[in-house]
Nanobody, 128 residues
Framework: QVQLVESGGGSVQAGGSLRLSCAAS????????MGWFRQASGKEREGVVT???????KYAESVKDRFTVSLDNFKNTLYLQMNSLKPEDAAMYYC??????????????????????WGQGTQVTISS
């Protein structure tokens, strides 16, 4: 059974940085996807960035050039380095994982197709 545990959230001023971590256990040895998603109060969950087990990434336009995802396969940990944070980045951030389908070149950002494993979330608050 896959388990995902996020950490690293907190409160930071606009323009600041945070690094989120997602410790994964029980991950399969087959091709898989991992991703970061977020949900602000009163809004729908949205994809932030996804990464294949081979390291191919897909970023949401709103975070490109500010956020960087990385996957440490040895530690089974997914990271999200967030720089130049804006008030609109404030949200609950979730880590997710699922099997990558054979025809998928990259992992999709749409949360609706991530029907496998989710973490409990970590809150990010931005003060202006």
């Amino acid at each position: 059974q896959v388990q995902l545990v996020e950490s690293g959230g907190g409160s930071v001023q606009a323009g600041g940085s945070l690094r989120l971590s997602c410790a994964a256990s029980g991950m399969p040895n087959s091709m898989y996807c991992m991703g970061w998603f977020r949900q602000a109060s009163g809004k729908e969950r949205e994809g932030v960035v996804t990464i294949t087990s081979g390291g191919r990434t897909k970023y949401a336009e709103s975070v490109k050039d500010r956020f960087t995802v990385s996957l440490d396969n040895f530690k089974n940990t997914l990271y999200l380095q967030m720089n130049s944070l804006k008030p609109e980045d404030a949200a609950m951030y979730y880590c997710a994982a699922r099997r990558r389908l054979s025809y998928e070149y990259e992992c999709p950002l749409a949360p609706g197709v991530w029907n496998s494993y989710w973490g409990q979330g970590t809150q990010v608050t931005i003060s202006s």
